[in-house]
């Protein structure tokens, strides 16, 4: 049996870096990745045959754990009779048809295969439908690696986005206005600035791609009130959100909160997959049909609407829509931060934590950060040991203190209680 160190050692041979995606490689944290032989419920087990906890869920998508029999037989079924056409299916529409059901502000989707291309495509849709070039982005967000998004904020307010990545040219970022994430006045004051000019706004609604911070009610307004008074779309990135807070996302419960408020477009990925490469856009009719073959928005792919990926996510859809499934979660989630902030104020450690459904985000400080900024002025130090001392105790928590954490149906009791055991012992 090969160690760790050793799949480590040959993967960085014949991979950059030994990984497929830059995080799973622990650059943040320090220290060498497990390589995962499987998993099994709320648990992933590595190549020396350690067990772990798993808060991943592989970034969200194994909201049921692993290997959940109703996935599993709808995936080998799906695989028998054929992985790919290149045709349409009807799995596609059935797939559809259970996303719109639970997301109104919807009336036509996309199928795609990861939530880079969803998004991607959805900026491109908001300015072939508005026929403006420029958006807004807000730092922190992270919506996918194409060319535009990624791109950070100027000196000054409000000005043109620099390249985050070499590879990206300043042509791609003209366009991009990157703000910062719950200030409403800097975001009055783009729209004042190029309001007429703007395709449109993309925003995660609780943004998971700088642990776990949430757009404030007034922002979230803002957002509302400002696009549809210029004529800029709103574009929800629930690539994390969706069907992982709220059944109906993220939009979902901020419709219970700001009574209207829906999207312009949305975009989900992640658990519409069910770990399987599925991700979709969608929007009312009008703005569905600019893209092809209906319209002038060219947006296509080979693997669209696998029949393998789409009989996944048609299963975890199912699976999550059964009578008290996110009121479990949600409670199982609550009951696991509220554990960890115990344990810290027993230690005396600064602690503050947040969640909403099954996906949660926990700073090593006494209050929840508003923006990228602040969460990024962490102790990281101690974030790191807090990180090595969990995953040595059989918890795999995200490698990254900017980063979400993810609970599955799958986690027990007894699982949240050898965490927060475990937590009494790393939180010293
Ligand atoms: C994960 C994620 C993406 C990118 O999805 P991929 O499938 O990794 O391309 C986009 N937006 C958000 C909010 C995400 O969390």
């Known amino acids: 049996m090969a160690s760790n160190t050793e799949l480590f050692e040959r993967a960085s041979r014949v991979i950059p870096g030994g990984v497929n995606s830059p995080v799973r490689a622990f650059r943040a944290v320090g220290g060498t990745p497990r390589f995962i032989a499987r998993g099994e419920g709320a648990y992933i087990y590595d190549a020396e045959g350690k067990r772990y906890v798993d808060y991943i869920g592989s970034w969200g998508p194994m909201i049921l754990g692993h290997g959940h029999p109703a996935v599993l037989e709808a995936v080998t079924k799906a695989a028998a009779e054929g992985f790919s056409f290149g045709a349409p299916t009807e799995r596609e529409i059935e797939l ?19 939530g880079t291309e969803a998004t991607m495509s959805a900026i491109r849709l908001a300015r072939g439908a508005t026929g403006r070039a420029k958006f807004i982005k807000f730092e922190g967000c992270y919506h996918g690696h194409t060319d535009a998004l990624l791109v950070k904020a100027g000196s000054g307010l409000a000005t043109f986005g620099h390249p ?5 040219t300043p042509g791609a970022a003209a366009d991009t206005v990157v703000l910062e994430y719950n200030n409403v006045e800097q975001l009055e004051a783009a729209f004042a600035q190029y309001g007429d000019q703007l395709a449109c706004v993309i ?19 803002a957002l509302r009130r400002l696009c549809t008074a210029h004529g800029a779309l709103l574009v929800l990135d629930e690539v994390m959100t969706g069907f992982r807070v709220a059944l109906g996302g993220a939009q979902a419960h901020y ?43 060219y947006q296509a792919g080979t693997l669209s609407g696998n029949p393998v990926a789409t009989a996944c996510g048609l299963a975890t859809l199912r699976e999550i ?46 209050e929840l950060p508003q923006n990228y900024a602040t969460v990024m002025t962490t102790d990281k130090t101690r974030f790191n040991s807090f990180f090595h001392a969990m995953l040595d105790a059989g918890v795999y928590l995200a490698p990254a203190l900017y980063e979400a954490g993810f609970v599955s149906a799958a986690h027990s009791q007894a699982d949240i209680d050898a965490t927060l055991a475990a937590a009494r012992t790393a939180l010293r």
């Open 255 to 297: 419709a219970r909160l700001i009574p209207g408020f829906a999207p312009d477009i949305s975009v989900f990925g992640k658990v519409i997959g069910g770990g399987m490469p599925l991700a979709a856009f969608g929007a009312r009719r009008e703005v569905m049909q600019h893209l092809a073959p209906l319209g002038g928005v």
């Open 96 to 114: 559809a048809e259970e996303i719109l059901k639970l997301v109104p502000s919807m009336d036509q989707v996309r199928l795609v295969s990861s």
């Open 321 to 366: 829509q059964k009578p008290g499934f996110f009121e479990a979660l949600s409670a199982k989630t609550c009951q696991l931060i509220d554990g960890l902030s115990a344990v810290a104020a027993e230690n005396g450690v600064p602690f503050s934590a947040d969640s909403e459904g099954g996906m949660f985000g926990f700073f090593l400080m006494p």
């Open 203 to 221: 925003v995660e609604p609780i943004a998971g791609n700088m642990n776990f911070v949430r757009a404030s009610l007034p922002f979230m307004s």
């Open 164 to 168: 985050t990545s070499a590879g990206v």
